[in-house]
């Protein structure tokens, strides 16, 4: 089973791109899937997030508001990292479990896809590694016109994240999504025929 990673920069359209991938055949196993599971109440992360950023990151059903948390850790570092610290080993166990599971079925291609791949340090496994690249402009347009953000929140979350430049150093394959998805869908199958051999 082929087993690649997936991950781009926030509003880079790394989900997109995913979607192209799904369509050509690859299992998509999507982190930020498995992030909701471990904080949903009474799962593993979700006690211990409460306890450390308060009960006011909570919604009226008590579950927490992703929106409240991240406009939290997007301008705190420590607070960011402390997050990551509760959550990643958990999100990671997960994953395992989903890799495990689709090994059994015959899957012949999975794509691991996360915003934070390279950070967590899981790019050294999960290869190849493909990096969704876009322009800066473009990460601001498209951030701002899905959350309704000004120019300057968007900046600042962009600014929060390890820039594109050096995630797309450490990849094996760059996938440039700033043009039209025609474009991009081309660079997508060029990839897969590559990764499959199918040249």
């Known amino acids: 089973m082929k087993l690649l990673g997936l991950t781009g920069g926030i509003a880079s359209g790394k989900s997109s791109v995913a979607r192209m991938f799904s369509k050509l055949g690859a299992r998509i196993i999507d982190l930020d899937k498995l992030a909701r599971r471990v904080t949903e109440p009474g799962a593993r ?92 402009e473009n990460q601001i347009s498209r951030l701002r016109k899905r959350n309704g953000l000004t120019r300057k929140e968007a900046l600042k979350r962009i600014s929060s994240q390890m820039p594109l430049e050096e995630k797309a150093k450490l990849a094996d394959y760059t996938i440039d999504n700033s043009g039209t998805p025609k474009e991009t869908r081309h660079q997508v199958r060029a990839i897969w025929e590559n990764i499959l051999g199918k040249k």
């Open 45 to 136: 992360a979700y006690d211990e997030i409460v306890e450390h950023f308060g009960d006011t990151i909570l919604d009226a059903r008590g579950c927490i508001n992703r929106e409240k948390l991240g406009s939290l850790v997007f301008s705190d570092k420590k607070a960011r990292k402390k997050l990551e610290e509760i959550t990643h080993p958990k999100i990671g166990e997960e994953l395992i479990k989903e890799i495990q599971n689709l090994r059994k079925t015959g899957e012949r291609c999975v794509l691991v896809e996360a915003p934070l791949l390279v950070e967590a340090g899981m790019h050294h496994w999960l290869k190849p590694f493909i990096v969704v690249t876009a322009s800066r």
